[in-house]
């Protein structure tokens, strides 16, 4: 469960967080020879737009120039100082953008019992695990949620094998599609159509997406778009029906999180919130407690990335040349992990 975030003010912890990653490796530095390869990732910058009041593109012009460009000047101090940076390739990328969404109960899809995804998970019949980290292994639940801002996860069990109360599910096996999957995905659905089981989810939605669920050990099948009444259609053909122009390489990048060997992890229904395809903010929607901006939709505000490159002793067309070498004419985050 992702609690509220409360407003960081000037900086918040987030900057000491920062702080600590460079000093000690600024420390580090000074005691032994600097390594071949050196990676930094700092948090602040993410999680301080999550909270913060004047919105996350403002919130995050700040923290950049108040925090992380001080912190960077004092890692190339020390890099300088030992000689380190002169024939250095430098990279500098993020993992995702971010969308400002409200700050209010209607807009945050949260856990509770009337308004809310639990709602309609209990509302179809299913008996959902609690909202927390660990629970007895013989914890009494058919169906799991779990939300990650623009996206949300939901797995459910065969609940033949635990139909009566009290009976721990057996989840070793797949759910059942028709018996067990298709119900709670036309449950959502009907949820964001008409509101039934949770009225504040009308119009919350954008797609809700399934697939048949395959035995432990086989690769897991691509997520269809679920159209209602048991119909599903596949991705890519429902977006061309259905134009999402504020979406990036939505078929691709689905393919790459929930398709293969442990494609099963990303649930049997995926339920995608009307988040940055939208263009007013009071349209936006998140799985989450209360927030000021979120990620994770294939939407380009939440997608696209900066990539730099520098090296002191190579031109931009050499570094160019070089970049479209390794990662082709169109860089994604996994060729860069390649």
Known sequence: LMEAAADPGPHGLYAELDEEVIDTLVDALKKDAPPRFLTVYL?????????????????????????????????????????????????????????????????ALGTGDTDDPPAVVRGAGYRLRPFSLEVDEKADFQAVLAYGGAMAYAYVADRSTCAAPGVPCDWARPPRYKEDVLPLAEAFFQASREGRHAPGMRGSLDLVLTRKPRPAGEDAAPFEVYVGGGKTVPLGRYLSQHQHPAYVAVERRFAELAVGPQGDH?????????????????????????????????????????LIVAHPGKSRSELEALTRRALGPAPTQVALQK
């Not at 890099?79 to 969404?101: N, P, W």
């Not at 229904?269 to 979120?294: I, K, T």
Request: aromatic residues 6%; proline residues 5%.
């Open 43 to 107: 948090t602040g910058t993410d999680h301080y737009a999550h909270g913060a009041k004047d919105g996350p593109d403002p919130a995050r012009r700040r923290y950049l120039r108040e925090v992380v460009d001080p912190l960077l000047a004092k890692l190339r101090g020390a890099l300088v100082a030992r000689g380190a940076l002169a024939r250095r390739t430098v990279v500098v990328t993020s993992d995702h953008g971010h969308t400002e969404v409200l700050h209010d109960e209607a807009h």
């Open 266 to 306: 990303a649930g049997d229904v995926l339920l995608l919130a009307r988040n940055g395809g939208e263009a007013d903010v009071a349209d936006r929607y998140y799985f989450a407690g209360l927030y000021r901006s979120w990620h994770g939709s294939p939407s380009r505000k939440d997608s696209e990335v900066p």
